[in-house]
């Protein structure tokens, strides 16, 4: 019954990490990166379709990603997308291809970023103690209804805290990294 727990709560730790990970992965570094735009949708005929659905994106070198979409008649509102997205990018049409320049970061961009990541940040952590609670909470329940020991119910406790301890940590390695990565100039 205590490995299910832990097993579980593990799971979701994971999980919330990987949520992390993908939210980072979408702030722009002032290098190129195809995975800034993956949470951008394209209106295609009255219905929402990712970005990634609808073009090729390459990255041929640091300052450029290169968007050729699979249909031609789609260049103008991917454009207008892009343009509307809060990415701050300015798209180049030539009727086949859109080159999005990828422009080095302000003092202010990088300072809003960090704040940003900051925010994840937290909320990352938050999530990581809301699943040790509930892991908690279903020990003591396992405990009140006798199917466990007290002994078994504390060492429960100390393995998620472990467990908590490890996936905070990696979260905060994952955030200094990454804000490492936009303070370089």
Same mark, same amino acid.
């Given at each position: 019954?205590?490995?299910?727990?832990?097993?579980?709560?593990?799971?979701?730790?994971?999980?919330?990490?990987?949520?992390?990970?993908?939210?980072?992965?979408?702030?722009?570094?002032?290098?190129?990166?195809?995975?800034?735009?993956?949470?951008?949708?394209?209106?295609?005929?009255?219905?929402?379709?990712?970005?990634?659905?609808?073009?090729?994106?390459?990255?041929?070198?640091?300052?450029?990603?290169?968007?050729?979409?699979?249909?031609?008649?789609?260049?103008?509102?991917? $454009? /207008?997308? *892009?343009?509307?997205? @809060?990415?701050?990018?300015?798209?180049?049409?030539?009727? #086949? !291809?859109?080159?999005?320049?990828?422009?080095?970061?302000?003092?202010?961009?990088?300072?809003?970023?960090?704040?940003?990541?900051?925010?994840?940040?937290?909320?990352?952590?938050?999530?990581?103690?809301?699943?040790?609670?509930?892991?908690?909470?279903?020990?003591?329940?396992?405990?009140? $209804? /006798?199917? *466990?020991?007290?002994? @078994?119910?504390?060492?429960?406790?100390?393995?998620?805290? #472990? !467990?908590?301890?490890?996936?905070?940590?990696?979260?905060?390695?994952?955030?200094?990294?990454?804000?490492?990565?936009?303070?370089?100039?």
């Amino acid at each position: 019954m205590i490995k299910e727990v832990l097993q579980e709560a593990e799971s979701h730790m994971i999980k919330t990490v990987d949520v992390f990970r993908k939210e980072l992965s979408s702030l722009r570094t002032g290098r190129a990166s195809v995975t800034i735009f993956d949470n951008i949708h394209v209106d295609y005929f009255g219905s929402e379709m990712a970005l990634n659905q609808l073009a090729t994106l390459s990255s041929p070198d640091a300052t450029l990603v290169v968007i050729s979409p699979f249909d031609a008649g789609t260049i103008t509102v991917i $454009e /207008k997308a *892009i343009q509307s997205s @809060d990415l701050g990018l300015n798209p180049n049409n030539d009727g #086949k !291809l859109i080159r999005v320049p990828i422009p080095p970061l302000t003092e202010d961009r990088r300072k809003m970023l960090s704040k940003k990541i900051q925010e994840y940040e937290e909320q990352s952590k938050i999530a990581i103690r809301n699943i040790r609670r509930d892991a908690r909470d279903q020990a003591k329940e396992f405990l009140r $209804e /006798k199917m *466990i020991s007290e002994d @078994d119910e504390h060492k429960c406790e100390d393995e998620i805290q #472990k !467990l908590t301890d490890k996936y905070v940590d990696s979260i905060a390695e994952i955030s200094k990294q990454k804000q490492t990565d936009i303070m370089e100039v």
